[in-house]
Nanobody, 132 residues
Framework: DVQLQASGGGLVQAGKSLRLSCQASGSTFDDYAVGWFRQAPGKEREGVSIISGTDGTTYYAVDVQGRFTISLDSAKKTAYLQMNSLRPEDTAVYYC?????????????????????????WGQGTQVTVSS
């Protein structure tokens, strides 16, 4: 299994950018789907974005489309989440996770499953705080 280490969170003003990183050890991401999730205080975890290491297919939650970009650097075994035009409502703990197949990562309605049991590995969270 792949082990994950998330980093890159911080405190920024609204409208600014951050880039989160998810470093893999033990394996590359070539055969995995790698996703980013977030959980705000008092709210359930939600799926933000996911990318297929096999063919580069991506998914974005509606409220981050056009602002966030997910990518993979296979050589560095790192996944990134570039977050632009950040809003206070983006404040949350962000997690990365990996699953050994793209199949089954999306719900029937097309949104990203946020559940721990649907992914093989999870990184620790990194806090993102956006001030207004």
């Amino acid at each position: 299994d792949v082990q994950l280490q998330a980093s890159g969170g911080g405190l920024v003003q609204a409208g600014k950018s951050l880039r989160l990183s998810c470093q893999a050890s033990g394996s590359t991401f070539d055969d995995y789907a790698v996703g980013w999730f977030r959980q705000a205080p008092g709210k359930e975890r939600e799926g933000v974005s996911i990318i297929s290491g096999t063919d580069g297919t991506t998914y974005y939650a509606v409220d981050v489309q056009g602002r966030f970009t997910i990518s993979l650097d296979s050589a560095k075994k790192t996944a990134y989440l570039q977050m632009n035009s950040l809003r206070p409502e983006d404040t949350a703990v962000y997690y990365c996770a990996a699953r050994d197949s793209w199949y089954g990562v999306l719900r029937a309605g097309g949104t990203l499953k946020p559940y721990r049991q649907d992914f093989d590995s999870w990184g620790q969270g990194t806090q993102v705080t956006v001030s207004s």
